[in-house]
């Protein structure tokens, strides 16, 4: 059975500094979603990865695939307030998708 | 342009009753999905609905049901309502039958009581 597990569930972290989460999944898949979601709102798409090396930046979030190592990052640069949610990754098994339990994001002043 | 829209996005149902949910997705887009979270969880898929024909069904009991109509809205209906059911309905709606990205509606909450 597919698995998909993120690290950390939760995340604390102060202004300014970096961070990095994990998203390791147990079957191939070229395909990788990240989302956002804050709470009591839907899910909003951050990225698509489409290939094994695929690197997608926007702002002060970057995301990256590795498909041979079935890993992918969300990598946090000088965190902000605004960036505090829940992120969820979530892979293509081409009819659906299998989502993470989601790691929740808090940034501190 | 209008994304996925769902409604109603509040739902109060008490428990055994039957409650009917819906879905548009953005115009162009064929294929809906339905996905359940649970407070604390991660989506979990229920349906894929492509062209009006069920493509793929998660782990849910046959208490659940889908369908999709002719202008590729949907709607999912769940009979003998339990406890447990009480979760965020999501829709995603996506160009084709497969995924390459889908976009998902603002959700409704259903509580059973």
């Known amino acids: 059975e597919l698995k998909v597990e993120q690290n950390p569930l939760f995340l604390s972290m102060q202004e300014g500094k970096n961070y990095t989460i994990y998203c390791n999944y147990s079957?191939?898949?070229?395909?990788l979603y990240w989302y956002r979601q804050d709470p009591g709102k839907s899910l909003e798409s951050l990225f698509v990865?489409?290939?094994?090396?695929a690197v997608k930046q926007e702002g002060r979030l970057m995301a990256s695939l590795d498909t041979k190592a079935r890993l992918s990052t969300l990598h946090i640069t000088a965190a902000v307030h605004d960036l505090s949610a829940t992120y969820f990754c979530?892979?293509?098994?081409?009819?659906?998708?299998?989502f993470g339990a989601g790691t929740r994001l808090t940034v501190k002043p | 342009d209008a994304g996925v829209t769902q409604s109603p996005t509040h739902l109060i149902k008490t428990r055994g009753q039957h409650v009917t949910l819906r879905c548009s997705p953005i115009?162009?887009?064929?294929?809906v999905s339905w996905y359940q979270q649970v407070l604390g969880q991660g989506p979990q898929f229920i349906f894929q609905?492509?062209?009006?024909?069920?493509?793929g069904r998660g782990n849910f009991p046959d208490r659940f049901s889908a369908r999709q109509f002719p202008n590729y809205s949907s709607e999912l209906n769940v009979n003998a309502l339990l406890l447990g059911d009480s979760a965020l309905y999501l829709c995603?709606?996506?160009?084709?039958?497969?995924?390459?990205?889908?976009?998902f509606g603002q959700g409704t909450r259903l509580t059973v009581v």
């Open positions: 995603a709606s996506s160009l084709q039958g497969y995924i390459t990205e889908a976009f």
């Open positions: 079957t191939t898949s070229d395909r």
């Open positions: 990865l489409l290939s094994n090396g």
């Open positions: 979530a892979v293509d098994i081409m009819i659906d998708m299998r």
């Open positions: 115009s162009g887009h064929k294929s």
């Open positions: 609905y492509y062209e009006k024909e069920e493509r």
